[in-house]
Every structure is written in C-alpha cells, then in structure tokens.
C-alpha cells in the first residue's frame, strides 16, 4: 500500500515538475533567442543586447522575489479554504510588482548611462546597448504584471496554462524578430531596436 502511495506522490511530483521546467527554460530562451537571431544581422548589436539584458534580468529575477512569496501563500490559504485572503494576496502582489515595475521601468528608461556605466559598456555598442536598455526598460512594468499572473496560476496548480503562456510568448517573439530585425516585405529590416534604419535615414 505504501509502494503505492509513494509512486502516486512521484507522479503527482513529476506531473506538477515538467511544466514549470518547461516554462522556466521558455523564459530563459527569449533573450538567447534574440542574441541568437541578431548574430545574423550584426556582432555589435549581439554584444549591445547581451550587456542589456544583464541588467534586465537582475530586474526580472527581483520581480520573481515577490511572486515566489505570492504563489506559496496563495497554496496555503487555498488549502485552508480560506478565499478571502487568497484573493487578499493577489490584489498585494499584482499592486505591488506594478508598482515597482513602474518605477523600475523609469529608472531604466531616465538612468541607462548609469547602468551602462556599472558594466563598462564600450563605447561602440554603448549607443545601442543605451537604447535598448531604454526601451525595453519601458516595458519591465508590462512583465512585472506577466510575472504576477503566473505566480496566481502556480498557486491555483494550472502549470500547463503558465507553460503554454510561455510557449505563445516565445512564438511571438521569433515571429517579430524575423519581421523586425531582418524586415519582411515593406518593414525595413531594423536590428536591435531600429536605430540603424533611423540612424541611416539621417
């Protein structure tokens, strides 16, 4: 009887384990998507993003901080059928992460140089690198809000909407890369964050 309670608690481990794997490693492959797809355009703009997205991924893991506490709350208070509180720390940690993805979001966006500075960036990517940290900077309060519904469906055990969620992103992502970085049609191709094009249309 034991034997099989213990095999019922691995595959209850085991189905609960592979699509949060799956998404994590989903999450991870956007930047490397990006660098990955840029190294056909240009060196420069691969090195330019890559200093970028250090920073932004401090941010991100930073933001996961506050999610990883909401999800295991979440757990608890459903477990104890106590609804109230549940929905008590979903409107905290959304409002929360908005909050300081907001203010993240016009650090990055006013800052850049700062950050750069930390890195050292060399000055021949420094421009685009800036550029990129700006703009994508802008957008860290759009994933801080991601970042909370995920914890929300971790914490009400929807693992599979969550890997699908990333799945979708990733799909989205290569779609405009290929659109935007190299251009399609009569989108002009626009590397890392367009500043080539405008820089050449001066």
């Excluded at 699509?19 to 492959?29: A, G, V």
């Excluded at 509180?85 to 959304?94: D, G, I, N, R, S």
């Excluded at 367009?194 to 249309?201: A, I, K, R, T, V």
């Amino acid at each position: 009887m034991r034997s099989i309670e213990t095999t019922a608690a691995k595959l209850s481990v085991f189905k609960m384990t592979w699509p949060i794997f799956i998404e994590i490693l989903l999450q991870m492959m956007v930047g490397n998507v990006d660098q990955f797809m840029l190294s056909h355009y240009s060196q420069k703009s691969v090195a330019a993003v890559g200093n970028a997205n250090q920073i932004i991924n401090i941010v991100i893991i930073a933001l996961s901080v506050i999610s990883m506490a909401a999800t295991i709350l979440i757990a608890q208070y459903r477990g104890a059928g106590n609804k109230e509180k549940v929905t008590e720390v979903c409107t905290v940690a959304l409002l929360t992460n908005f909050i300081f993805g907001l203010i993240i979001s016009s650090i990055l966006f006013c800052f850049d140089n700062f950050f750069l500075d930390l890195l050292a960036v060399p000055d021949d990517i420094r421009s685009e690198a800036g550029l990129f940290l700006r703009y994508i900077g802008l957008f860290i309060v759009v994933q801080a809000v991601y970042i909370s519904f995920i914890s929300f469906f971790r914490g009400y055990s929807l693992l599979k909407v969550t890997m699908m969620t990333s799945i979708i992103m990733n799909v989205i992502n290569i779609i405009c890369n290929v659109f935007l970085i190299h251009g399609f049609g009569p989108i002009p191709p626009l590397g890392s964050i367009g500043s080539d094009y405008f820089n050449q249309q001066q």
